[in-house]
């Protein structure tokens, strides 16, 4: 690493997290919902609570916090 690169990062400020408020939101709906609830679903919770994401954003969010919904497999009649 070249040194006017190793210092320029030193002195950098730590990145702010600008979706920290929407990940807590995301955590909160994710546990309401007993983990059954998908990127597709959390976006029109998010939506209801007043932001607004696209799908993308939160499927991105979700990966970041290691989070997907539980599939629950359907048992047939035999």
């Known amino acids: 690493m070249k040194r006017n690169t190793y210092y320029y990062n030193v002195k950098k400020p730590a990145a702010l997290d600008k979706y920290a408020e929407v990940k807590a939101s995301i955590l909160e709906i994710y546990e ?13 919770a998010l939506e209801k609570l007043g ?28």
Do not use: A, F, Q, W
């Not at 997907?68 to 009649?77: D, E, F």
């Open 32 to 44: 309401k919902s007993n983990k059954t609830y998908g990127y597709p679903r959390i976006t029109k």
């Open 51 to 78: 932001y607004t994401y696209d799908r993308k954003t939160v499927y991105k969010l979700m990966k970041e916090l290691k989070i997907s919904s539980l599939i629950r497999v359907k048992k047939r009649y035999k």
